[in-house]
C-alpha cells in the first residue's frame, strides 16, 4: 500500500484527489493539509511514502515544502503538481532532488501512474515538464560547456532521458545491465549530479540530449 500526504491550497482539488487515488487498491490517503506549512506541521504524525504538493501555495511553496521534506526524511518522496504553466524556477527545482514533477492536467491513472514510479524509487516528469525541459535547452547558452561523453555514453544519456528502465536500455544496446549501470556512474561524474533525473535535466541544459 502506497499512503499518501497531499497539500494544496484549493479545497476542491484536495476532495477530488482523494476521491480519485482512494478509489485505487494500493494508494491509501493518509491526510491532506491546505498549505506547505501546514504540511510540514503534520508529517510527523503520519509515516506517508509519497507527498503530493502542489506548487504555488501561501506560506510555503511547494518547491520549499519539497526541500524541508528531504530534510525531514530523505525517504519520503516528492511529487510536485502545477496547475501553471512551467517556470525557469520550477524546473530548476529538478536539481533540488524533487521526485517527480506533473501538470495538473493530467487523467488519474496518469497521475496513480506518477505516483506509482516515484514511490519505486523512480523519477517521473510528465509530459509537459519534459516538454519545458527540451524547450529550454533549446535555448542559446550564456557560457559554453564541454562535457566528453563517450559515444556509448551519449546513447546511454538519451536513453535515460525517456522512461525506460536500466535493464531495457540494456536490452536495446545489447549489453547487460551491469554494463548500462557502469556507464550510468561515469555520467553521473561528468555531469556532477547525482541521480538519473538531475543527469537528465543536466544534459538538457547542456545540449547533450539530441531529442526532437
Known sequence: MIKILIADDHQVVRHGLKLALNLEEDIEVLADA?????????????????????WKMPRLDGLETAKKIKEINP???????TGAPVED???????????G??????????????IREVASG????????????????????????TVPLSDREQE???LMATSVTYQEIADQLMISETTVRTYVKRIFSKLNQPN??????????LGLIKIN
Open 122 to 145: 523512480r523519477r517521473f516528469l510528465g509530459p509537459e515538464i519534459s516538454q519545458a525541459l527540451i524547450d529550454r535547452s533549446r535555448k542559446p547558452a550564456e557560457t559554453a560547456k
Open 75 to 81: 525517504a519520503v518522496k516528492t511529487l510536485l503538481l
Open 196 to 205: 538519473r533525473t538531475q543527469a537528465v535535466v543536466e544534459g538538457l541544459k
Open 34 to 54: 491546505s498549505n506547505g506549512a501546514e504540511l510540514i506541521f503534520i508529517l510527523p504524525n503520519y509515516a506517508p511514502d509519497v507527498v503530493l504538493l502542489d
Open 101 to 114: 514533477f506533473v501538470h495538473k492536467n493530467i487523467s488519474p491513472a496518469v497521475l496513480c501512474h506518477a
Open 156 to 158: 546511454v544519456l538519451e
Open 89 to 99: 524556477s520550477a524546473l530548476d527545482a529538478l536539481d533540488k532532488g524533487v521526485d
